[in-house]
């Protein structure tokens, strides 16, 4: 039966094209494969070459031909004995049963419910230890717990970890389990998401998270997205952890906060703990899920003492923000390190007879937007902390969803109060400068309460 | 026609080889009709054919056994018709259906079987061999003796993080086949204008890695050189790379200016090298097979490829509500 060639799309935006030139002319046999025509698009010129056997019948374009549109026939292609005339398999692209076109994905007014409640029961004994101890107990119980878990990174085994968070690892686990990596991230990172895939629960730790730039390609494009790409048939279920943000003068490469990056990207979940009991429980929520999680910590932090309960196996779920202390007149919303200047802040506001509400988001994503939102709503002013950049940082976020879902119980603007738009200096008092401060914390919650 | 190889020379069985001739029939005929396909406007995106390169690929699945491990490039519908993946899931998610392996969610780059352990389809360059570095390890680490196939490009060989796994792999005896797929050209870059150290197998050798040049057009020859490398990955003898001296006829993807290499290079290849009137002469000259026969397993391909192509067209979109399912396990 005689074949209808058509104006072949030769690139994802091409919607016509220039036939240039003509390679074979009527009655030539031609073999799948051959070189037929010379296409021009905005682009290039393009071989056009046959997918079907047969004899040239007509050429129904002539060559030098401007705007052929994609998919009008330009030839047509018989059999032997067949006449060019005959009529024409119908070869039109069929068209594909659409779905019904659902509307946009509306946030629905929903009820704000504070998921904020106590993280293990009243009585439990506490035990003193620092965030640096948290962290490595959560790590240990978890390798204890599941032979598939295993540290990698630099300087994890034998120097005992860059920050000691790894100390006495390797003689509990060994070699197998807690593997030193050469300097190479990029590297390292990819063959960690890889044995993930390959049914191990790595946890890749960052020398600090600035190095971790070399080794995003894979966060990103190996491990977050390929659970969605795979249509959910394979995720990575693995933790990257280690000290984000600025330690003290150690310049601008050094001292970058990633927490508004990561939180960016749908597919990763993203946790920045602030206290010892909050590192620890969150930190083994982060080994037993089965997606890749990011684990901001800080150095500054690391050798903090708080309370933390003394149970077998303590854990703390994503998504679900702390308050650390109830008030009535503003809430500040923070995490991680920032929760410093947040609680000194709301101590020296009290002073001043104003009763600041501190809200801990503890994980960026899954975010806990019900608890801010119920705060905001009985306070009605809002100060988000936070040590990162000021632009795209998490307070922009937040103060947008405050203005969508609780514009009508603002009494004024949420002010986000962040580090300065500015590459870290390394000159104590320019750095000082460059770091947000407890003041700055202070000025903007009198502001938004007009006081 | 120019003069073809001589004859039959080889103690490979007649069912080895019509294997061989099926499964790289299989992939050529499934990349034209993939080209025809966007062609029609019914594929969009990129779109890169695997036409030419058949037997790197057919003939390393063939030293393989159930739970080795395979990942690879954009350039990857070869790989998965090889490990057995259905072409009916193949080419729906070509056409971005929801009855592709990824629920017309990844798309002709991004494909993945778990069951048949093909770990993507990768769309960065050089992204695969850490990863494919990072499976030998798990296998190392539980225990078993199962190979992964790291394949890339000849442009993905001057990524540095190729060279930051060869160290790795070595220096932990991972069981991982580095197969550099040298086609000679990344996009418009030859190998030549890419690099002065252009034996790629070669750079290796720094960090301790064995390896070799391999004919990649002579799928007895890659079968071969795979057998060795993956029995020393076996014996615990860590990582190899195998360097496949291939050629690929089709433009990158679908939309290539083909100025870099004049059409004479690539006719003369096609008529003097190609991999599939290789074993066709194997088979006719040696009197292993019939005219016929050949003819019937062409007839038995055009069918799978054409209902591929049917069950690609007519498979729906995926539903709305697929938009937001996958993106947390
Ligand atoms: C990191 C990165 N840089 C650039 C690209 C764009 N790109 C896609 S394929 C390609 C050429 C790769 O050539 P080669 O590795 O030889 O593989 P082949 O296409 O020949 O199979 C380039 C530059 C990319 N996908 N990823
Ligand atoms: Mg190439």
Excluded at chain 1, 280 to 294: E, F, H, Q, S
Excluded at chain 2, 77 to 89: I, R, S, V
Aim: net charge negative.
């Amino acid at each position: 039966m005689a074949i209808e060639i058509l104006m072949p799309a030769l690139s994802p935006t091409m919607e016509e094209g220039t036939l240039a030139k003509w390679l074979v002319k009527e009655g030539d046999k031609v073999k799948s494969g051959q070189i037929m025509a010379e296409i021009e698009t905005d682009k290039a010129t393009m071989e056009f070459e046959a997918v079907d056997e047969g004899i040239i019948g007509k050429l129904l374009v002539a060559e030098g031909t401007a705007g052929v549109k994609v998919n009008t026939a330009i030839a047509v292609l018989v059999q032997e004995g067949e006449s060019a005339d005959a009529a024409p398999a119908p070869v039109a692209a069929k068209a594909a049963p659409v779905a019904a076109v659902a509307a946009a994905p509306v946030a629905a007014p929903v009820a704000v419910v504070s998921k904020a409640s106590a993280d293990w029961p009243e009585g439990t004994k506490m035990k003193t230890m620092t965030v640096r101890e948290a962290l490595r107990e959560a790590m240990a119980e978890e390798m204890r717990a599941d032979p598939t878990v295993f540290l990698m990174g630099e300087e994890v085994g034998e120097y005992q970890g860059a920050y000691k968070i790894s100390q006495g690892l390797l003689d509990e686990f060994g070699p197998k389990r807690v593997v030193d990596t050469p300097i190479t991230e990029h590297g390292f990172t990819g063959i960690a998401v890889g044995a993930s895939w390959g049914g191990l629960r790595p946890i890749v730790e960052f020398m600090t998270w600035n190095f971790a730039m070399q080794a995003i390609d894979h966060i990103i494009n190996s491990a977050a997205k390929t659970n969605y790409m795979s249509g959910g048939q394979m995720g990575a279920p693995m933790v990257f952890r280690g000290t984000n943000g600025a330690a003290a003068r150690v310049g601008a490469q050094h001292s970058q906060d990633y927490a508004a990056w990561y939180s960016a990207i749908p597919g990763l979940k993203v946790v920045m703990p602030y206290s010892a009991a909050d590192a620890k429980g969150l930190l083994k929520t982060a080994i037993r899920d089965n997606n890749p999680v990011i684990f901001l910590e800080n150095e500054i932090m690391y050798g903090h003492s708080f309370e933390v309960p003394d149970l077998p196996d303590f854990t703390i779920p994503f998504g679900k923000a702390r308050i650390w202390r109830e008030g009535t007149d503003v809430t500040i919303v923070s995490f991680g390190i920032g929760m410093r200047y947040a609680l000194e802040a709301a101590d020296l506001l009290a002073k001043d007879g104003i009763s600041a509400e501190v809200v801990d988001l503890r994980t960026l994503r899954p975010l806990d937007y019900d608890t801010v939102l119920a705060s905001v709503m009985k306070t009605n002013r809002c100060v988000t902390v936070e040590e990162g950049f000021p632009v795209g940082s998490i307070g922009n976020h937040l103060s947008a969803v405050i203005m969508e879902r609780a514009f009508d119980y603002l009494d004024a603007p949420v002010i986000n109060c962040t580090g300065k738009d500015v590459p870290m200096p390394y000159a104590a008092n320019l750095e000082k400068h460059a770091l947000l401060t407890t003041a700055e914390v202070v000025a903007a919650v009198k502001s938004v309460c007009y006081r | 026609m120019a003069p073809k190889k001589e004859p039959a020379k080889t103690n490979v069985s007649k069912d080895d080889l019509l294997h061989y001739y099926r499964e790289m029939l299989l992939i050529r005929r499934f990349e034209e009709k993939a080209g025809q396909l966007y062609g029609m406007g019914l594929i969009g995106g990129f779109c890169h054919l695997y036409i030419g390169q058949e037997a790197v690929v057919v003939g390393l699945e063939a030293c393989a056994k159930p739970g080795d491990k395979r990942l690879t490039s954009y350039r990857d519908h070869g790989h998965m018709l090889a490990c057995g993946m259905d072409a009916n899931g193949v080419m729906a998610e070509l056409t971005g259906r929801s009855g592709g392996y990824s629920k017309g969610k990844g798309g002709s780059m991004h494909m993945f079987s778990k069951e048949r352990h093909f770990y993507g389809g990768h769309g960065i360059v050089g992204a695969q061999v850490p990863l494919g570095a990072g499976l030998a390890f798990a296998d190392k680490y539980l225990g078993n003796d199962n190979v992964t196939f790291a394949y890339f490009g000849d442009g993905a060989a001057n990524q540095g993080q190729v060279y930051e796994t060869y160290n790795m792999a070595e220096l932990w005896n991972l069981p991982v086949v580095f197969v550099i797929e040298n086609n000679q050209y990344a996009m418009g870059t030859s190998v030549k204008r890419s690099t002065k150290s252009t034996t790629l197998f070669g750079r290796g050798l720094a960090y301790g890695i064995q390896g070799e040049a391999v004919d990649g057009m002579d799928v007895l020859a890659v079968k071969a050189a795979g057998e060795k490398a993956v029995a020393a990955c076996r014996a615990g003898e860590g990582p190899c790379i195998l360097e496949m001296m291939t050629y690929r006829y089709r433009g990158h993807s679908m939309s290539d200016p083909a100025k870099y290499r004049t059409r004479e290079e690539v006719e003369k290849m096609k008529t003097e090298k190609d991999a599939i009137e290789h074993v066709r002469d194997l088979l006719l000259g040696a009197g292993l097979a019939s005219d016929e026969e050949l003819k019937a397993i062409d007839k038995d391909i055009k069918e799978i490829v054409n209902a591929s192509a049917e069950f690609a067209k007519d498979s729906p979109e995926p539903d709305l509500s697929e938009l937001w399912t996958d993106i947390y396990a």
